[in-house]
């Protein structure tokens, strides 16, 4: 059974720090790539970062430097920790897993979203 639940989105100032998690079931955290997205209004859905079942991991560049994912086997669950955070990362953040041989494209499953705004 595939399920991705977000949580950790929220109000931050610039400059701030947020830690984002995914808890995923058993089945899901198998899969060969979980990833963070995300999505700002009137834009279209990108990649944040990803990281594989063996540890390997891929981030935007906008992002690279800032934030950092991490995987935690023995609770299913995947971190986004973001530091040094922008107004312009302000969006909606999703969970996303599959079977992709690719860092950088999707995978079939998503999470509901967590918002996450920064105030300038």
């Known amino acids: 059974q595939v399920q991705l639940v977000e949580s950790g989105g929220g109000v931050v100032q610039a400059g701030g720090s947020l830690r984002l998690s995914c808890v995923v079931s058993?089945?899901?955290?198998?899969?060969?790539?979980i990833g963070w997205y995300r999505q700002a209004p009137g834009k279209q859905r990108e990649l944040v970062a990803a990281?594989?079942?063996?540890?390997?991991?891929n981030y935007a560049d906008s992002v690279k430097g800032r934030f950092t994912i991490s995987r935690d086997n023995a609770k299913t669950t995947v971190y986004l920790q973001m530091n040094s955070l922008k107004a312009e990362d302000t969006a909606v953040y999703y969970c996303?897993?599959?079977?992709?041989?690719?860092?950088?494209?999707?995978?079939?499953?998503w999470g509901q979203g967590t918002q996450v705004t920064v105030s300038s």
């Open positions: 996303n897993a599959g079977n992709s041989y690719s860092l950088s494209l999707p995978g079939n499953y």
């Open positions: 990281i594989s079942i063996g540890g390997s991991t």
């Open positions: 058993r089945y899901t955290f198998s899969l060969n790539v």
